[in-house]
Each structure stands twice: as C-alpha cells, then as structure tokens.
C-alpha cells in the first residue's frame, strides 16, 4: 500500500462519513433554525424546545434513512475489502 491507496480510502471513509450521517444532521439543522427564529420572534426561551423536536426529527430521519445509510457504509465496506482482496 502506498500513499495514493492510503490517501484515496481515507477519502473514500470522510465522503461515506459526510454522505452517510446528512439524513441525520440536515433535519436537526432545519429544525434548530425554525426553533430558533419562533423563540427569537416569541421571546420563549424554553430550554426543551430546543431539544425535544430535533431529538424526534433526527430519530423519524434515522428510521426512514436507515436503509441509505446502510447501503453507503455497504459500498464502503465492499471497497476496502476489495482493495484488500486484490492486494491494494
């Protein structure tokens, strides 16, 4: 394994990593800012608020992406022992 190997699988892992954890990170963003702009045009600021909805969005996220998060961590894992099988 030379450094273009190494260097292309840990590209690989950082892409699978930011492909893979989106479905999760992007509805708790959506949700944080919607919060956010009702708390600052209500003046409520209540701690749960904040917390409650985005812990439900990331779950019901993770529950309804669970099946393209596995099919990317799948490819992943496909590829590394390809690269193993063939002697990188």
Known sequence: MNEVDALDL????MWT????SAPAIVPAMVVGIV???FQ???QVQEITLTFIPKIVAI?????VGGPFIGGQMQALTA???GR???GF
């Open 59 to 63: 779950l019901i996220m993770i529950i």
């Open 84 to 86: 193993i099988e063939s």
């Open 35 to 37: 919060i956010a702009l």
């Open 40 to 42: 600052a045009l209500t």
């Open 10 to 13: 840990v590209r690989s892992a």
């Open 17 to 20: 990593i930011l492909i893979a």
């Open 79 to 81: 590829l590394i022992y």
